[in-house]
């Protein structure tokens, strides 16, 4: 595949739930996304808090989806370096799946996919892929931290077609 990008992936951060504590008594949590080596996304900082609402939109352009999303959150710390408060990879195949079947109409909420937790995920709990409108799906994830001792991230993701066409769902090949 050329290096052009098949798409955007909007990644809505919306919030952290019970994450840990990284400084007296509580955080400065904020959330970086990577894609491969070339792409990472912030959030703004939320001081003093380990329930953060975020509720911010970060824009991955995506060339391969086969390259790693990984979501990370740090507790920002201004006299030192900035604490890891766990992170989660973000699985975009089984959304990527549903947008290939080219589905035409549907009611507004249906659910085209659920997505159950598993050792293959970092799924809280089941997510579902549902259709919006027109050709648009969105998925729903509350993820699970890993290397930490607890914490959940709420997103939401979101595929942007650059190329619309008669055929809107040009994607990468996975």
Same mark, same amino acid.
């Not at 408060?85 to 507004?108: F, N, S, T, V």
């Given at each position: 595949?050329?290096?052009? =990008?098949?798409? $955007? $992936?909007?990644? +809505?951060?919306? @919030?952290?739930?019970? $994450?840990?504590? +990284?400084? %007296?008594?509580? =955080?400065?949590?904020? &959330?970086?996304?990577?894609?491969?080596?070339?792409? @990472?996304?912030?959030? +703004?900082?939320? /001081? +003093? !808090?380990? !329930?953060p609402e975020w509720n911010d939109e970060l824009t991955l352009s995506v060339t391969n989806p086969h390259l790693p999303i990984k979501l990370t959150v740090f507790d920002r710390d201004t006299f030192s370096g900035d604490d890891e408060m766990g992170d989660a990879d973000?699985?975009?195949?089984?959304?990527?799946?549903?947008?290939a079947l080219d589905i035409k109409?549907?009611?507004?909420?249906?659910a085209v996919r659920k997505i159950q937790p598993?050792? !293959?995920?970092? $799924?809280?709990?089941? =997510? /579902? &892929?549902?259709? %919006?409108? @027109?050709?648009?799906? &969105?998925?729903?994830?509350?993820?699970?931290?890993r290397n930490v001792e607890k914490g959940l991230v709420q997103i939401q993701i979101e595929w942007i077609h650059i190329f619309p066409s008669s055929n809107s769902n040009h994607l990468p090949p996975f």
């Amino acid at each position: 595949m050329d290096q052009r =990008s098949a798409g $955007l $992936l909007r990644i +809505r951060v919306q @919030k952290g739930i019970d $994450l840990a504590i +990284r400084d %007296i008594c509580s =955080s400065d949590p904020y &959330v970086v996304i990577t894609m491969g080596e070339q792409q @990472k996304l912030k959030t +703004r900082v939320i /001081k +003093r !808090n380990c !329930n953060p609402e975020w509720n911010d939109e970060l824009t991955l352009s995506v060339t391969n989806p086969h390259l790693p999303i990984k979501l990370t959150v740090f507790d920002r710390d201004t006299f030192s370096g900035d604490d890891e408060m766990g992170d989660a990879d973000i699985d975009i195949k089984p959304y990527l799946e549903c947008l290939a079947l080219d589905i035409k109409d549907l009611p507004h909420g249906t659910a085209v996919r659920k997505i159950q937790p598993g050792v !293959n995920n970092c $799924l809280a709990d089941e =997510s /579902k &892929v549902v259709w %919006i409108s @027109k050709g648009r799906m &969105v998925q729903d994830m509350v993820l699970r931290l890993r290397n930490v001792e607890k914490g959940l991230v709420q997103i939401q993701i979101e595929w942007i077609h650059i190329f619309p066409s008669s055929n809107s769902n040009h994607l990468p090949p996975f």
